[in-house]
C-alpha cells in the first residue's frame, strides 16, 4: 500500500505531533519528496527515520524548473540564446550542485526527477524505479 501523506508543519499537521500521529516509524519505507529545498521539517523527519531505521529516499522534484532557470540566468548574463551543449553543461552542473549540497548536508544521495511526461526518461526519474 501507498500513503501520500500530508506536509509536516502547517496547522493540521504541526510538527511536533506529526510524526507520532502519522506512525512514521512503522512505514517499509519513505520517500520524502520536495520541489524545492529540503525544509528544517524534512530534516526532522530524516532524523527520526533514521532513528527509527526506517528506509527512505530523498526525491528533488522540478528538476526541469531548476535547469530552465539557469539556462535563462545564463543567457540573461551572457545576452546570448545558450547552445544546446551549452544546456546540457548547466543542466549537468544543476543536478551535481543539487546533489553535492544534498551529500554535503544529509549525508544522502538526492533523486532529480521531473514528471512531466517529456523528462520522465531523463534525470534520474528511471533510477528512481
Not at 519513505?30 to 526506517?54: G, N, P, Q, S, W
Not at 533523486?111 to 517529456?118: A, N, Q, T
Not at 531523463?122 to 524505479?129: M, Q
Amino acid at each position: 500500500t501507498i500513503w501520500d501523506l500530508p506536509g509536516m508543519g502547517t496547522a493540521a499537521f504541526p510538527q511536533s505531533t506529526y510524526i507520532r500521529s502519522m506512525g512514521i516509524r512503522h512505514f517499509n519505507l519513505v520517500v520524502l519528496m520536495t520541489a524545492t529545498r529540503f525544509t528544517e521539517a524534512d530534516v526532522m523527519l530524516l532524523c527520526e527515520l533514521r532513528r527509527c531505521k526506517v528506509p527512505f529516499f530523498l526525491v528533488r522534484t522540478k528538476i526541469d524548473i531548476d535547469i530552465e532557470s539557469a539556462i535563462e540566468k545564463e543567457e540573461e548574463i551572457t545576452e546570448e540564446k545558450i547552445e544546446i551543449h551549452d544546456c546540457r553543461r548547466l543542466e549537468e552542473e544543476t543536478m551535481l550542485a543539487i546533489k553535492q549540497y544534498a551529500a554535503k548536508m544529509y549525508q544522502e544521495n538526492v533523486y532529480c526527477i521531473s514528471s512531466k511526461p517529456r523528462f520522465r526518461n531523463r534525470y534520474d526519474f528511471l533510477t528512481l524505479e
